[in-house]
């Protein structure tokens, strides 16, 4: 028996002995998650700056931030989202309980990805822990400092046998989804998407799957474009540009192309210093393929500004590329790293169309001081989420679900939607033995006059909460009568009495 | 005629141009679908009658009344469904609109199935229609009648350029999943899921798999056992047994068995009268492979009929039967009986029943029959199923806001009511961030520091999101 495998049935084992079932239990994890997140912040920021040379700053700001509030948010929240939610009833399940139980699923995998390695692996863990679950967690070996301290510290905070981590390369992840899981969640690129897919189609497994893609940014040409590349600079190169919802290029009119890459080369001046090589706050492309792999895709062409690069401390400088087309190398794949590409179209419906030409991306982004024109991005584009007029900030609303659709993922996460996601609804209709006179009608031999019954009675479009808004209309209008009647009726009276009795 | 290529090519055209998608057109197509209907009742009923040999009371009840249901029930709601849905901020975000879109996939496929041919192809394509996509609708081969009449009838009554039928057997099944759809629904077996999944995988399709498996029935404790027997042979026989959500078999005590098989008999006999096989309330297995596996699981059982066991091959008729004496490996429960056959399994406790039924994989449904809340609440927390449903059967399904669907293999994702909207949609968030306030931004800059980190940590968290403004 392999060690995935081995692992995999204690985490069952463990889960089939009922002791996540209960909320107390549930909570207790979550806050001692988040005490590892807290008591160990400086490692945690050691790790990273090892894997991707992120600041401390910077991984507090992108990883742990987010995954302390993520985790706050389930322990204040989980009574809420675990409690039955009562459903409409229809007329004859009116004397019925009838309610949707969230339950946990079971089992299930994480597959967490690098360039986040612990905001990415660990809060789908906790929508997996606040809905009941156990979990497999495996954290990605490219952000291998990462992984080795997950690996080493969860276990001293987390039940090792609910929540065991296992780490390792290709093989060992490729063993681990031959297992059978309740749920897997898998965090990456399109192509190792398909295969989980396709591995837990053998175990009928559901999966969520967060991919990626070329996320579009169109600038209109009108708006303020001082603010708008702010917003654009900090959303791309944060993390070097290895963000899933990084702005993966520009679509913008021709007339603005050379201002765009001004205003963007004050912004990189301004949060990155003349030389952002030596600045503590710029990252690093996480090894030396993916550096390979993001130079190549500058070849054909032109630096408008950056460019310099160093294989050695996989160093790529921010660079913006202009007069790109859409058939440049650079439009081939998802960059994921600090390489600016700027297509330049006619106006918004050529942007429209090669959006729509492509693949639906995770994320449309678009900045315009015209509602109408953002209005006709929502609705003539598709991705993901839209965010107007700022980069990567739709990530950290909770009450917003995270996730792709098409190429670029299915399934979200996030707050409650990582909570149900992770959970089986169960529908529930509790019924008594009595009333079963009224059953009657729907029981063989059958007849016409019955048959007249149960359309009435079960397909009624009239339901319990219909009746009771009608009660209570009838009723206000009712007490709104009766109380102008005798406003009216007394200031009638009155008005008599005035005149002296003559009518007016 | 076209080949499959060139429908699926059409559809997407037609949806990129967005025929599918404006509420009038929806609504229009979904009163199209209830005209299809109503229009010709009789012709559906004649072809699920000539497929299943179903009687007009279950086809009114379970194909076409619950499919004006449904339909009625998205128009009435649709304006609502369709609405942005506005959502809770944190206070950095909270001049923004936040909100989440419903917005149509594209291209769906909808793989109907044999046992209820209307109601199973035609339900989800409610919500798909309701949802704006453009939809590819491929009923069962297996009950051909029904199969022959929605491909007549749906290009005359809905729109040809957003919904297609397409005909055809597992070979005609496989080619088109070859093809991309943004979203399959399919209502069948496991074995035929697993392969759908493979085949979604290749294009990151996602999918929604309505299947099966054994549905339990729980009685103990006090019962009355005629409202029990009455509700739980109503559930069973429905169809000839021959639904998802049937139950498959009882667990029950000896001394609950003693009482309950004659209340049974008792049931049968009014349901059906003395000679089951010529009450036109019956239906018939569909196929003869259908009605031989079935013969064969029973003959292969080592329990002992205490009702039934008539059959008659040319009519496809098998007697409602229930079997008592039966032991966990029994030929009765290898599988899913989907037939007319009861098998009764005795445990003396509540608690060992449970535990057989944990050891076997999530139903689709699971039932309980009792008076005693205390023991519907146990066998409801010690469990898992796709739905739950305590002192009857199969009805929980025409509760249009309880969403239908399995867990594990009996499936994955639900449908009816608003759940099939939001099955065949993607919730899209949507953020607009203003203009205004940008030096609040500069927070979250580099150069990163302390300061701004500690502003960053209060204006994010989800507790300030509390009303303060």
């Not at chain 1, 339950?103 to 929508?127: C, F, R």
């Not at chain 2, 076409?64 to 029930?73: C, K, P, V």
Request: with cysteine.
């Amino acid at each position: 028996m392999s060690r995935e495998q081995l692992v995999v049935e204690r985490t069952r084992k463990a889960f089939l002995t009922g002791s996540t079932k209960p909320l107390k239990f549930r909570i207790q994890q979550l806050q001692c998650l988040l005490r590892f997140i807290t008591e160990r912040r400086k490692d945690i920021a050691d790790a990273v700056h090892k894997d991707l040379y992120k600041s401390e700053h910077g991984t507090e700001l992108f990883e742990t931030l987010g995954l302390e509030g993520d985790i706050q948010l389930a322990i204040e929240k989980v009574w809420e989202w675990a409690a039955p939610r009562p459903v409409e009833k229809t007329l004859l399940t009116i004397s019925d309980e009838v309610y949707i139980r969230p339950e946990p699923l079971g089992v299930v995998l994480i597959i967490g990805a690098w360039n986040y390695p612990w905001a990415v692996t660990l809060k789908p863990l906790v929508g997996a822990i606040a809905a009941g679950n156990a979990a497999v967690i495996k954290p990605s070996e490219i952000s291998s400092h990462s992984a080795k301290l997950m690996e080493d510290l969860l276990p001293l905070y987390l039940d090792k046998d609910l929540y065991p981590v296992v780490t390792g390369g290709v093989t060992e992840t490729q063993e681990l989804l031959k297992q059978r899981f309740d749920h897997i969640f898998y965090t990456g690129n399109c192509t190792v998407g398909k295969l989980v897919m396709q591995a837990a189609a053998q175990h009928l497994t559901p999966v969520s799957l967060e991919l990626g893609g070329k996320s579009p940014c169109f600038i209109d040409k009108n708006c303020d474009l001082n603010v708008a590349c702010r917003r654009i600079t900090w959303g791309k190169f944060v993390n070097c540009g290895q963000t899933c919802i990084a702005p993966d290029y520009i679509l913008c009119e021709a007339s603005i192309q050379s201002r765009v890459v001004e205003e963007i080369r004050k912004c990189i001046k301004e949060f990155y210093t003349e030389d952002p090589k030596t600045f503590k706050d710029y990252g690093r492309i996480v090894n030396q393929r993916h550096f390979r792999r993001v130079v190549a895709l500058m070849e054909g062409s032109t630096v408008a500004l950056g460019g310099d690069r160093d294989e050695s401390q996989c160093y790529i400088a921010p660079t913006v590329l202009k007069d790109v087309t859409g058939t440049s190398t650079v439009m081939t794949e998802e960059i994921f790293g600090p390489v600016l590409p700027i297509i330049t179209v006619s106006g918004l419906d050529e942007a429209i169309g090669f959006i729509n030409e492509r693949e639906k991306p995770l994320v449309v982004y678009v900045f315009s001081h015209d509602k109408k024109l953002i209005r006709r991005v929502i609705t003539e584009t598709s991705s993901g989420a839209l965010l107007a007029n700022d980069c990567l900030v739709h990530a950290t609303v909770s009450a917003l679900p995270f996730g792709g659709v098409g190429n670029s993922g299915m399934g979200c996460y996030q707050g409650r939607h990582g909570f149900d996601r992770l959970s089986h609804l169960r529908s529930c209709l509790i019924k008594k033995l009595n009333m079963e006179a009224v059953n009657s009608m729907r029981y063989p031999p059958h007849t016409a006059k019955k048959m007249g019954w149960v359309r009435f009675f079960l397909f009624n479009q009239v339901s319990v909460c219909r009746l009771r808004r009608m009660a209570l209309l009838t009723l206000v209008t009712v007490v709104a009568g009766t109380v102008w009647l005798k406003y009216f009726t007394s200031n009638c009276r009155n008005t008599l009495s005035d005149t002296g009795g003559r009518s007016v | 005629m076209e080949t499959q290529i060139q429908v699926i090519d059409r559809l997407r055209e037609s949806f990129r141009r967005g025929i599918s998608k404006p509420e009038q057109f929806r609504r229009e197509q979904l009163n199209s679908l209830i005209s299809m209907i109503r229009d010709n009742e009789e012709l559906f009923l004649k072809a699920v009658h000539k497929d299943l040999n179903k009687p007009k009371f279950e086809a009114i009840m379970s194909e076409m009344d619950i499919l004006f249901n449904e339909a009625h029930y998205a128009l009435s709601n649709l304006k609502t469904w369709m609405q942005p849905e506005y959502v809770g901020k944190n206070m950095a975000t909270k001049l923004d609109d936040c909100f989440v879109r419903r917005e149509p996939l594209g291209v769906v496929l909808i793989i109907g199935a044999w046992n209820y041919p209307v109601n199973l192809t035609l339900i989800p394509m409610v919500g798909a229609i309701a949802a704006g996509n453009c939809v590819i609708i491929k009923p069962s081969e297996v009950s051909a009648a029904t199969e022959s009449l929605i491909a007549e009838l749906v290009p005359k009554y809905l729109s040809q350029e957003c919904y297609a039928v397409i005909r055809g057997g597992p070979e005609e099944t496989k080619a088109l999943l070859k093809n991309r759809f943004d979203h399959i629904f399919y209502t069948g077996s496991q074995t035929v899921a697993r392969s759908i999944m493979q085949a979604a995988s290749v294009h990151l399709t996602p999918v929604t798999l309505e299947l099966g498996g054994k549905c339990p029935t729980f009685i103990y404790g006090k019962v009355d056992f005629k409202a029990a027997a009455q509700r739980l042979v109503w559930a069973k026989f429905f169809n000839s047994g021959q639904s998802c959500v049937a139950p498959d078999y009882l667990l029950c005590s000896r001394a609950t068995q003693d009482a309950l098989v004659p209340a049974i008999i008792e049931a049968l006999k009014k349901f059906y009268g003395e000679d089951p096989q010529t009450t036109p309330d019956l239906t018939r297995m569909v196929t003869l492979k259908h009605w031989n596996r079935v013969m064969e699981q029973l003959k292969s059982s080592k329990g002992k009929i205490v009702v039934g066991g008539e059959s008659n091959q040319e009519e496809k008729y098998i007697a409602p039967t229930v079997v008592v004496d039966i032991t966990a490996d029994d030929s009765l429960m290898d599988q899913e009986i989907f037939g007319p056959v009861l098998p009764i399994l005795t445990f003396e406790s509540l608690q060992e029943g449970i535990d057989f039924v944990n050891t076997k994989e999530k139903p689709l449904a699971l039932y309980v029959y009792s008076d005693e809340s205390s023991v519907v609440r146990k066998v409801l927390e010690e469990t898992s199923s796709g739905g739950f449903c305590s002192n009857d059967g199969i009805i929980h399904m025409a509760i249009p806001t309880l969403p239908f669907g399995g867990v594990g293999v009996s499936g994955s994702g639900s449908y009816h009511g608003r759940w099939s909207f939001e099955t065949f949609s993607h919730r899209r968030a949507c953020m607009m961030r203003g203009w205004a306030l940008e030096r609040l931004n500069s927070l979250r800059y580099p150069p990163y520091d302390e300061n701004k980190l500690s502003w960053l940590r209060w204006t994010t968290s989800p507790k300030s999101s509390c009303n303060i403004l």
